[in-house]
């Protein structure tokens, strides 16, 4: 038994002031208070009257007992400021309970189905595709009808003579079917990106909800080893001084609390971040929360096969609309018809009419001889562009297969041994700590090295989830 003099605030760590210590034998004053150190619990007493009570870890198997001079506050102080912070106490709970009840826990499938239909790029290509499919009603180009009529001497020398002529130039019978031809591929190619523009924003909301969950168990990690090492802290403030620890442990256990505060304080964050990133992925107007309480395991299907027919049909397609604009350009060779009317009067003959059929064939080709060798040129851009990113997609699926392997080695490795043994070291670390078998230091190594497998298992584990994302986007 140990009788030191403090007062209750030097207890939880407040620095020591000029007081007459008071031991057990000579009672406890009026107002005076005493901290008890148990195994596990501290108990700060008024008078006999249990006013506090900490629980911490334990220290050890001897009980100090530590007395002060220190006067408490009179019971109506004591009542004012217990209204007062019962009142702080209410408002914190309402600013943290009124953003909760406005959240809405879905599953991922509900999270993509929301995604898919407030998508503004999905809502685009389709509008794409209608807007490919309102250009057959152009393939026709009719030229502008041409009403004429003449009078004056036109065919004989009275100048009484009236003419109406009516011309509409059909242009080439052949191009429109060209032109249908490239539409049909235009809304083929539209609805390819529409496939795919699906498959990102799967994606997106798999990879936000992966974010969501990844940051929660970092959160729930460091929060549970933060409780621990402000525990720790506080029994070694308390051990120090009752002389059982030096200045260096003592530092050492502050050190530790500070930096799972900081950890905490950054693992919050990012989960604030992920939570605003997977409400937008959603298209949300209230935050939403997964259902899901943590990351799992689930083994992603790997293939032997390539690129996924989604992107190849998608890149094919862009190279036959550009062939098809080739046949386009190249139909314009072709001569163009048109048709007419003639009504006229030639006196003394009236109500003359007669009907026009015209041919209109392009003596210079030079113009049009640049146009398809442009269009030849893209076409064949187009061409090696596809094998080129068919390549570069088909190499990233052998590197995400890869990786893939490499991560659900990793991931079997923690849950069969590292976990375990991360365990057992801090059940073996706490138990040396009580029986005093080890010092302050190598139980802050032994938890700190705990806490790096399990934080490597998770990401570990978060890598793993990526990379079949996007194994799967491109598959």
Not at 133 to 156: F, M, P
Not at 324 to 349: H, K
Not at 351 to 364: D, K, Q
Request: net charge neutral.
């Amino acid at each position: 038994m140990h009788s030191l003099g403090l007062t209750a605030g030097q207890a939880y760590g407040m620095p020591m002031d000029n007081t007459t210590a008071f031991s057990p034998e000579r009672g406890i004053p009026n107002g005076m208070c005493t901290v008890e150190h148990t195994q596990d619990v501290f108990l700060v007493e008024k008078s006999g009257q249990t006013l506090h009570s900490v629980r911490n870890v334990s220290l050890g198997r001897d009980k100090h007992k530590i007395t002060s001079s220190h006067s408490v506050r009179n019971a109506s102080n004591c009542k004012h400021y217990t209204i007062h912070n019962v009142l702080i106490g209410l408002a914190i709970i309402l600013m943290i309970t009124t953003p909760v009840l406005a959240q809405r826990t879905i599953t991922l499938e509900e999270a993509v189905a929301m995604a898919i239909e407030n998508s503004p790029r999905l809502k685009s290509a389709n509008i794409s595709i209608e807007f490919a499919r309102a250009g057959k009603g152009a393939s026709w180009e009719l030229g502008h009808t041409s009403l004429d009529y003449s009078w004056g001497q036109l065919n004989g020398i009275i100048s009484n003579d009236r003419q109406l002529s009516i011309v509409q130039p059909i242009g080439s019978v052949i191009t429109p079917f060209y032109k249908n031809a490239l539409i049909d591929r235009q809304v083929a190619t539209g609805q390819h990106y529409r496939d795919i523009v699906k498959k990102e924003i799967t994606a997106e909301v798999t990879r936000a909800w992966t974010d969501y969950l990844y940051t929660r168990s970092l959160v729930q990690m460091y929060g549970e080893l933060n409780s621990f090492a402000e525990q720790l802290h506080r029994a070694g403030e308390l051990r120090f001084l009752a002389g059982d620890v030096t200045l260096l442990e003592r530092s050492m256990t502050a050190t530790q609390a500070a930096t799972m505060r900081s950890r905490v304080f950054q693992a919050s964050e990012e989960h604030r971040i992920a939570a605003a990133r997977l409400q937008w992925a959603c298209f949300s107007d209230t935050p939403v929360v997964p259902a899901d309480s943590s990351l799992t395991h689930i083994p992603a299907g790997i293939c032997d096969g390539q690129l996924g027919e989604t992107y190849s049909a998608y890149y094919n397609s862009r190279v036959d609309e550009m062939q098809a604009e080739v046949s386009v350009e190249r139909s314009r060779f072709f001569p163009e018809l048109s048709a007419g009317y003639l009504r006229q009067n030639i006196l003394p003959d009236k109500g003359l009419n007669a009907w026009t059929v015209g041919i209109a064939a392009p003596l210079f080709f030079a113009s049009q001889k640049s146009r398809v060798k442009q269009a030849k040129l893209n076409a064949d851009i187009a061409r090696y562009e596809a094998q080129n990113n068919i390549r570069e997609l088909n190499i990233r699926l052998e590197t995400l297969k890869a990786d893939l392997r490499r991560y659900a080695e990793t991931v079997a490795f923690y849950q069969t041994s590292a976990l375990t043994e991360a365990d057992a070291l801090i059940k073996a670390a706490t138990l040396q700590l009580e029986h005093h078998d080890t010092d302050i230091s190598q139980f802050i190594q032994s938890m700190n090295n705990a806490l790096e497998i399990k934080r490597a298992y998770v990401e570990a584990l978060y890598l793993y989830h990526v990379a079949a994302i996007e194994y799967e986007l491109y598959q």
